[in-house]
């Protein structure tokens, strides 16, 4: 992908997804607007404006305030309800929202965790949690997320709902999110916000990792996250 960022913006674009900007305000991430259409044979873009820096120590991309964590109340792949914060209490919680079929946002983002899962030390892996929510509910049905997510790492956790619950809980979040569109060739696009929120575990976000983030700064971040926000 090529890079460009005159006074601030910085455009990332994927060859394998459809261009296209989604320009919607984040409101609890106001200095960072994060999106992908995504569809497969064609191609996207990711828009960053005016990113604020990493928070002290971290590589992530810090956000203006803290993000509480959500209890979401969605489901699981199993079609169990799922409560956040039930479901990963007392541990550091990367939070994706994205489909199965996107080819190539999603699944580099859900492969770049797993690999960095990978890296740091087995007590470190063992306090972090991914959860993956999916944008495309219709065709991301529980078997179908699960066995997704499987590919990557059997630790992460595929959550589902109704469209309008998950664009609820999005934008809660603020994650850019629109309604899947099918395309005249029968391929659907899912325009979505790309970045990893991360939850330390006093249920506070203050950082966010955005599209194109390194395996190796999720490695340098997790070990400080996970000893960041501990609960007595």
Same mark, same amino acid.
């Given at each position: 992908?090529?890079?460009?960022?005159?006074?601030?913006?910085?455009?990332?674009?994927?060859?394998?997804?459809?261009?296209?900007?989604?320009?919607?305000?984040?409101?609890?991430?106001?200095?960072?607007?994060? !999106? *992908?259409?995504?569809?497969?044979?064609?191609?996207? +873009?990711?828009?960053?404006? =005016?990113?604020? /820096? %990493?928070?002290?120590? #971290?590589?992530? !991309? *810090?956000?203006?305030?803290?993000?509480?964590?959500? +209890?979401?109340?969605?489901? =699981?792949?199993? /079609? %169990?309800?799922?409560? #956040?914060?039930?479901?990963?209490?007392?541990?550091?919680?990367?939070?994706?929202?994205?489909?199965?079929?996107?080819?190539?946002?999603?699944?580099?983002?859900?492969?770049?965790?797993?690999?960095?899962?990978?890296?740091?030390?087995?007590?470190?892996?063992?306090?972090?949690?991914?959860?993956?929510?999916?944008?495309?509910?219709?065709?991301?049905?529980?078997?179908?997320?699960?066995?997704?997510?499987?590919?990557?790492?059997?630790?992460?956790?595929?959550?589902?709902?109704?469209?309008?619950?998950?664009?609820?809980?999005?934008?809660?979040?603020?994650?850019?999110?629109?309604?899947?569109?099918?395309?005249?060739?029968?391929?659907?696009?899912?325009?979505?916000?790309?970045?990893?929120?991360?939850?330390?575990?006093?249920?506070?976000?203050?950082?966010?990792?955005?599209?194109?983030?390194?395996?190796?700064?999720?490695?340098?971040?997790?070990?400080?996250?996970?000893?960041?926000?501990?609960?007595?």
């Amino acid at each position: 992908c090529d890079a460009h960022s005159p006074r601030g913006v910085m455009q990332l674009s994927f060859p394998l997804a459809r261009r296209r900007r989604l320009l919607a305000a984040v409101p609890l991430t106001a200095f960072v607007l994060v !999106t *992908a259409g995504c569809s497969a044979g064609s191609e996207s +873009a990711v828009t960053i404006m =005016d990113d604020s /820096g %990493a928070s002290t120590g #971290l590589r992530g !991309t *810090a956000v203006p305030q803290p993000i509480d964590k959500p +209890a979401m109340n969605l489901t =699981d792949t199993a /079609g %169990a309800p799922f409560d #956040l914060r039930s479901r990963t209490a007392g541990k550091v919680t990367l939070v994706f929202f994205g489909y199965t079929h996107c080819p190539d946002v999603c699944p580099t983002t859900m492969a770049d965790i797993a690999a960095a899962l990978n890296v740091v030390p087995t007590a470190v892996r063992a306090q972090v949690a991914t959860v993956f929510v999916t944008t495309d509910p219709d065709r991301d049905t529980g078997g179908v997320l699960g066995q997704w997510l499987n590919q990557f790492d059997p630790s992460f956790m595929g959550v589902r709902g109704t469209l309008t619950q998950v664009h609820a809980q999005a934008d809660a979040l603020g994650i850019p999110l629109e309604e899947p569109v099918r395309q005249p060739n029968g391929s659907y696009t899912v325009t979505h916000g790309t970045q990893v929120i991360a939850f330390t575990k006093n249920d506070k976000a203050t950082v966010l990792y955005l599209a194109g983030t390194q395996v190796a700064d999720y490695v340098h971040d997790l070990p400080l996250l996970v000893n960041t926000g501990k609960t007595t």
